[in-house]
T-cell receptor, first 111, second 114 residues
Framework: SQQGEEDPQALSIQEGENATMNCSYK?????LQWYRQNSGRGLVHLIL?????REKHSGRLRVTLDTSKKSSSLLITASRAADTASYFC???????????FGRGTSLIVHP | NAGVMQNPRHLVRRRGQEARLRCSPM?????VYWYRQLPEEGLKFMVY????????ESGMPKERFSAEFPKEGPSILRIQQVVRGDSAAYFC????????????FGEGSRLTVL
């Protein structure tokens, strides 16, 4: 079974709007990462948040982590058509060195 | 400063043939992961290697699949006697020693089994 599950599976918004994706996981973690994948390409690392952090920012990205609810969210503000991609969360399953990925959220940003 | 290089990018094989996928990690990285991705799905872990050592192969199918990362040269994922269900994108990612956990991915090798 998946350690991390993203929600929603698909998201369609207009350029300029904010996009919020969520990730829930099952076991304790040391860190959680978000990745982006453009169609037909490899994954690109966006941001890593540690279990003792609650919020992290990188440019237009904001990630939150709630370890009590075992969930994280990725917010992309002022979205652009170029943000169209699939977004995945990856967790390390409490000390494991093997990042485990969810099924991803497919984001479409309409110009 | 090349990133993770995978080849071939696309590979077509007939059922029963062998597929060999290669991965050269980023310069200075000594650990490699292999993941498999089916259409519209996430990445499934297959194997984690360092040079000359398999650290974790818990995600590898028991038969037909093998992986190595020799002292010199790329990491190789080998699939013997391919079947249609092996059709997928295979991604390699590398990390450096003492890494925080960020993976650097290649562009993937897309295997199609006819």
């Amino acid at each position: 079974s998946q350690q991390g599950e993203e929600d929603p599976q698909a998201l369609s918004i207009q350029e300029g709007e904010n996009a919020t994706m969520n990730c829930s996981y099952k076991t304790s973690i040391n860190n959680l990462q978000w990745y982006r994948q453009n169609s037909g390409r490899g994954l690109v690392h966006l941001i890593l948040i540690r279990s003792n952090e609650r919020e992290k920012h990188s440019g237009r990205l904001r990630v939150t982590l709630d370890t009590s609810k075992k969930s994280s969210s990725l917010l992309i503000t002022a979205s652009r058509a170029a943000d169209t991609a699939s977004y995945f969360c990856a967790t390390d399953k409490g000390g494991s060195y093997i990042p485990t990925f969810g099924r991803g959220t497919s984001l479409i940003v309409h110009p | 400063n090349a990133g993770v290089m995978q080849n071939p990018r696309h590979l077509v094989r007939r059922r029963g043939q062998e597929a060999r996928l290669r991965c050269s990690p980023m310069k200075g990285h000594s650990h490699v992961y292999w993941y498999r991705q089916l259409p519209e799905e996430g990445l499934k872990f297959m194997v984690y290697l360092q040079k000359e050592n398999i650290i974790d192969e818990s995600g590898m199918p028991k038969e037909r699949f093998s992986a190595e990362f020799p002292k010199e040269g790329p990491s190789i994922l080998r699939i013997q006697q391919v079947v249609r269900g092996d059709s997928a994108a295979y991604f390699c990612a590398s990390v450096g020693q003492g890494s925080t956990g960020e993976l650097f991915f290649g562009e993937g090798s897309r295997l199609t089994v006819l």
